[in-house]
């Protein structure tokens, strides 16, 4: 990420420093603001994600495990190891499963070498599903999400230094 | 946002894309990579500010109204307004800001020319609770925030064109 020179024209930003300063905060005003930032745009995106995924019958964790499970070689993952990978909860991961399952788009079946473990392994229909919600999210149907696709390589990449920083290196 | 023309060769990003095209997904991989960004950091971001803030007896939300509301001329506003601001539900924003009177940080006041509104303003311990927090955040003593405190700037300017498209003009 570079830091653009003439940054401090930006109106919204000048408006925060500005306020900042003039209100006596002695403190820097950037974790306050980036951190403010990055959890409203996660809201927006989680609502706007439900709005377009609305169409497919899935869930937005339904959407992640299943493009995750579409990118690992051969298709099939533990629960424990998707619920890292996704970053949510085991039991959130578990219960979108069991929907995921009874839609057909993925099958539990025994690890091949521990019978004890179970693997969850996305099917001809769960991969197409992973396709098709890809597809629709690259041209997106409602808003905000359709002002916002030419921008997700840059804030793909704009994320990075920052969650190497704090060590995401998962992805 | 510029983007770097070095950027395919970040292992993270090349590991991803190749996976992508290896795996037969034909759309386009950056919503989900974006998408999925953000929300990683969101979570890294809130348990490190709630591991950041646990000396301070205020949660997140209310390290959020405390500063919100130090940076508001007169230091008052309604609670619709608050939730507003900071993205949050109104009944957390009520309960958070119940707690912040109780520690005499902030105190409910009638509106001067609508005495049926209600208005939430911050006293002098509040303001105070504000640049100390603020303070901390620009010196952070746990992991990850020491090591992400250098790029809060970048990634505020970072994500400005992203909610610009996405209609969120306000901080």
């Excluded at 003439?6 to 006596?24: H, I, K, N, S, Y």
Aim: charged fraction near 25%; charge should be neutral; hydrophobic fraction near 40%.
């Amino acid at each position: 990420v570079q830091t653009p020179t003439q940054g401090r024209a930006d109106p919204l930003v000048t408006g925060a420093l500005e306020r900042w300063e003039r209100q006596g905060l002695t403190a820097e005003p950037w974790p306050f603001l980036a951190i403010c930032s990055v959890s409203r745009l996660q809201q927006i995106l989680t609502k706007a994600l439900d709005a377009e995924l609305s169409t497919f019958r899935i869930s937005r964790t339904g959407y992640f495990l299943l493009t995750t499970l579409a990118l690992i070689t051969g298709g099939s993952a533990r629960l424990s190891t998707l619920s890292r990978l996704i970053s949510v909860h085991p039991t959130t991961v578990k219960l979108t499963i069991d929907q995921l399952e009874t839609e057909g788009l993925v099958a539990r079946r025994a690890h091949p070498r521990d019978r004890r473990t179970t693997l969850v392994e996305i099917t001809e229909s769960g991969l197409q599903c992973a396709r098709a919600t890809n597809e629709a999210l690259t041209q997106p149907k409602t808003a905000p999400l359709d002002e916002m696709s030419e921008l997700y390589e840059d804030l793909f990449r704009a994320l990075q230094p920052v969650r190497t920083a704090a060590g995401d290196t998962d992805l």
